[in-house]
């Protein structure tokens, strides 16, 4: 420790504003025993017994009160020897789930205006800059936000689109459209030429494992951009096998222990789906898939969603029956949480991973849920 930290630490311990009992910081210590990820962002909590500082939805066991200094951000918990939270990387604002969010809302934004509204118009929407704004969608969607808008113009064109057909097929389906101009939108859209998409994912590379989990095996497969395929099941060669069914031309290379990581984050996100780390994801679909997946991923856990509701959402009320399509066609098991999509009278539905394992998803969800409303908040 030098002695400028030294001198600075002294002053934290003499200086209480950012640790007193105000309200302020009763609402800041709230919101880090809630994990509440609205927070995030907006301050950050350091820890003086483990000199770490976390954002307020951070997934780490909540510390003990009298160890807890408040700051307004890395930058200052910095200043005083605090190093940044691996798990919930602090300085990355704002996390996962709220640059989804703001995806999503942008996203809305795009399908309910009758002309492409301008990167301005979108950044103000959900008050960042342009210049993030427009990073954050590309980072989430892998597309731009022109892109984007573009892809929902032709979304019906998509649609028709399956892995199965050819190109061609879905073009002659749709004469009002030349199948240059087609070509083009669908290249801009997806982020990739329509024939890499039906061709089931060549160019990509997939490296994949698999590991035990409480609701059987599972299989990650990720590409270098992140995961693109959860797959659950009982035998590692099933769900072999389906990974290459849905990447028939992608490179599938069975990987050492370089996705380590990522497979202990993905065990994670099904134990405990709440506390989840920030997992990045390859996903690929038609467009009108994407909406559906992205959506979905607004639903939290414990939360449950009927197929009719999802279709309004992503502004498309008499699409239901595409929308449970895209649901079972989901690569991405419980990082997109089509589990949590369930018939309008509230029975369960299908589930392409088994209805037992999305009754079992469930009811734990719920359980958490309930735990967590009656538990002490100090
Ligand atoms: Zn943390």
Not at 162 to 187: L, N, P
Not at 190 to 204: D, N, R
Request: charged share 25%.
């Amino acid at each position: 420790m030098t002695e400028a930290i030294r001198q600075k630490r002294n002053e934290l311990a003499a200086d209480g504003s950012w640790s007193d009992g105000s309200a302020e910081n009763q609402g800041r210590w709230d919101a880090v025993v809630s994990r509440d990820r609205t927070q995030d962002g907006l301050f950050v909590y350091a820890v003086i017994s483990t000199r770490i500082y976390c954002r307020p939805g951070c997934g780490s066991r909540p510390p003990h009160r009298k160890n807890v200094r408040f700051f307004p951000d890395g930058t200052e918990a910095r200043k005083y020897g605090f190093r940044a939270c691996k798990r919930c990387l602090p300085d990355d604002t704002p996390d996962w789930a709220s640059r989804t969010m703001f995806v999503s809302r942008m996203c809305r934004l795009i399908e309910t205006s009758s002309r492409t509204p301008t990167l301005a118009l979108l950044a103000k929407s959900i008050g960042y800059s342009p210049f993030h704004s427009h990073r954050m969608f590309l980072e989430v969607t892998g597309i731009t936000p022109r892109a984007y808008a573009v892809s929902v113009r032709t979304a019906a064109l998509m649609t028709s689109l399956s892995a199965t057909e050819k190109v061609t097929d879905a073009i002659h389906g749709d004469r009002a459209v030349s199948a240059s101009q087609f070509y083009a939108d669908m290249s801009r859209g997806l982020g990739m030429a329509p024939a890499t998409f039906v061709k089931g994912g060549k160019g990509m590379t997939i490296h994949y494992a698999t590991a035990a989990s409480n609701i059987g095996r599972v299989l990650v497969g990720a590409t270098d951009r992140g995961v693109c395929a959860i797959l659950i099941g009982d035998d590692p060669e099933v769900l072999e096998r389906d990974l290459r069914d849905r990447f028939p031309a992608a490179a599938i290379i069975e990987a050492g222990t370089e996705l380590a990581t990522t497979i202990t984050q993905v065990v994670s996100l099904i134990h405990e789906p709440e506390t989840a780390t920030h997992l990045p994801l390859d996903i690929r679909g038609t467009a009108f898939q994407c909406r559906v997946w992205h959506a979905l991923r607004e639903v939290r856990p414990g939360e449950t969603i009927a197929y009719s509701q999802l279709a309004e959402r992503i502004g498309n009320p008499s699409a239901s029956r595409a929308v449970a399509n895209a649901c079972g066609e989901n690569p991405l098991a419980v990082a997109v949480p089509c589990h949590r999509v369930v018939r309008s009278d509230g029975t369960l539905g299908g589930y392409r991973w088994g209805v037992e394992r999305k009754k079992s998803l469930l009811d734990r969800e719920r359980r958490d849920n309930v735990a967590r409303v009656l538990s002490p908040q100090t």
